[in-house]
C-alpha cells in the first residue's frame, strides 16, 4: 500500500524560509517521478514542482522558479521542498505525488501560510 505523509507546513512571514517534507512507504521514491502540487484558498490545484527518474531532472512552475527546489533522499524515501522567499501567494496546502506504472499516489496535504 502506497503511503506518502507530507509534512512541515506552517505560518512563516513574507521573505521566510520552509522545507517541506514527503516521506513515503510502499514506494520508492527513488523509482518514481515525485511531484509537488498546492491548492490555494478558492484556486484550483496547481504544479508546484516535479524530480524525474532515473536521473535528477527538476521543473518547476514558472512562479517558484529560483525560490523553490525539490530534491529526494533515497535512503530516507523522502522528498522535499525547499521555499525560500516565500510569498503571501504562496500560501496553500501542498501535496506530494508518486507516478509509478500502477499510477498516481497522493499525500494529503500540509498546510502553508506566508502572512505577517
Known amino acids: 500500500q502506497v503511503q506518502l505523509v507530507e509534512s512541515g507546513g506552517g505560518l512563516v512571514q513574507p521573505g521566510g524560509s520552509l522545507r517541506l517534507s514527503c516521506a513515503a512507504s510502499g514506494v520508492s521514491v527513488g523509482g518514481a517521478v515525485m511531484r509537488w502540487y498546492r491548492r490555494a484558498p478558492g484556486k484550483q490545484r496547481e504544479f508546484v514542482a516535479y524530480i524525474t527518474t532515473p536521473g535528477e531532472t527538476t521543473n518547476y512552475e514558472e512562479s517558484v522558479k529560483g525560490r523553490f527546489t525539490i530534491s529526494r533522499d533515497n535512503v530516507k524515501n523522502t522528498v522535499f521542498l525547499q521555499m525560500d522567499s516565500l510569498q503571501s501567494e504562496d500560501t496553500a496546502v501542498y501535496y506530494c505525488?508518486?507516478?509509478?506504472?500502477?499510477?498516481?499516489?497522493w499525500g494529503r496535504g500540509t498546510e502553508v501560510t506566508v502572512s505577517s
Open positions: 505525488s508518486a507516478s509509478i506504472a500502477s499510477g498516481n499516489y
